[in-house]
């Protein structure tokens, strides 16, 4: 079908838009002030190299799905650096059954996925803290230890409000 020419100079407008490196006001763009200091925005594309980088590690093991699910179980609520990573990843292999000598070398890969990290790239905890963290401190670690505080109930009139009434005005 042969376009017209209104068709085909919309056509090449539109190739002419998508071959170009558009900006669109984004600050992710090589060049950009901070472009190379940024990692929040590519923490989850991070993390799901890190499980493939894994998968790919043990992909001819006969135990690579029980190896695998029990990494990302783990991977999904600790970093692969954090201190106590590996011993609950030792764990959760233990519980699906996995033979000694593979968790050993699960947890070699383990440690390597680690070294490239702290070699190549920023540690996957480099994302940042939240910055309500001490609120958030606050709230979970020391919620054993505070009192609970009674606060007054905004009564807002009603049939029995606060204070005394006099010819239909409340005095507080």
């Not at 901070?34 to 790919?56: M, V």
């Not at 001819?60 to 699910?69: A, E, F, L």
């Not at 650096?81 to 609950?88: I, R, V, Y």
């Not at 490239?116 to 979970?140: F, R, S, Y």
Request: net charge negative; charged share 30%; aromatic share 8%.
């Amino acid at each position: 079908m042969a376009l017209n020419k209104h068709e085909k100079a919309i056509l090449e407008a539109v190739e002419g838009l998508l071959q170009q490196d558009a900006k669109l006001g984004l600050s992710m763009h090589k060049g950009d002030v901070g472009y190379e200091k940024t990692t929040d925005h590519y923490s989850q594309f991070r993390w799901e190299g890190i499980d493939d980088l894994f998968t790919l590690k043990v992909a001819g093991s006969p135990w690579k799905d029980s190896v695998t699910s029990a990494f990302y179980a783990v991977h999904s609520h600790k970093y692969i650096d954090h201190p106590t990573f590996k011993l609950a990843f030792d764990k959760e292999m233990s519980a699906r059954a996995v033979p000694m000598a593979m968790r050993e070398q699960c947890l070699k890969h383990v440690d390597a996925i680690v070294e490239d990290l702290t070699t190549k790239k920023p540690n996957e905890q480099d994302a940042g803290w939240n910055p309500a963290m001490a609120e958030i401190v606050e709230m979970t670690s020391k919620a054993d230890d505070r009192k609970a505080e009674r606060s007054e109930p905004f009564t807002g009139g009603g049939p029995d409000p606060e204070g005394t009434r006099d010819n239909g005005k409340l005095k507080t």
